[in-house]
């Protein structure tokens, strides 16, 4: 699986973008997805993720902000971000993992995620 993550930019506090993560090579629907995120001299810490059966889950800082969906007619997974906080500023990537189906909600840790997409900047001004 090779995934393309888009979308990021430059934005002002309260502003909202929207991040794609594209996958080719395989059937998607039944891979599970992540949203992580890195700021600068920051550890990569997850942000959403959603699996086959779209149960979903969020980072407690994100929660009532960012809403992770997909669409598995197009092999792709969204990250919609709104009121953005300057704290919000990262390099985000998504991730994918193989099906498993006695997992019970999505994989969070990044150690789950078999395929990496390369990142897209967000940055977010005060």
């Known amino acids: 699986v090779q995934l393309q993550a888009c979308g990021g930019g430059l934005v002002q506090a309260g502003d909202s973008l929207r991040l794609s993560c594209a996958a080719s090579?395989?059937?998607?629907?039944?891979?599970?997805v992540g949203w992580f995120r890195q700021a600068p001299g920051k550890e990569r810490e997850s942000v959403a993720a959603?699996?086959?059966?779209?149960?979903?889950r969020y980072a407690d800082s994100v929660k009532g902000r960012f809403a992770i969906s997909r669409d598995d007619a197009k092999n792709s997974v969204y990250l919609q971000m709104n009121s953005l906080k300057p704290e919000d500023t990262a390099v985000y990537y998504c991730?994918?993992?193989?099906?498993?189906?006695?997992?019970?909600?999505?994989?969070?840790?990044?150690?789950?995620?078999?395929?990496w997409g390369q990142g897209t900047q967000v940055t977010v001004s005060s």
């Open positions: 959603i699996d086959w059966k779209l149960s979903t």
């Open positions: 090579g395989r059937t998607f629907s039944e891979y599970g």
């Open positions: 991730a994918a993992h193989q099906p498993s189906y006695t997992r019970r909600g999505p994989a969070w840790s990044a150690d789950e995620y078999q395929y």
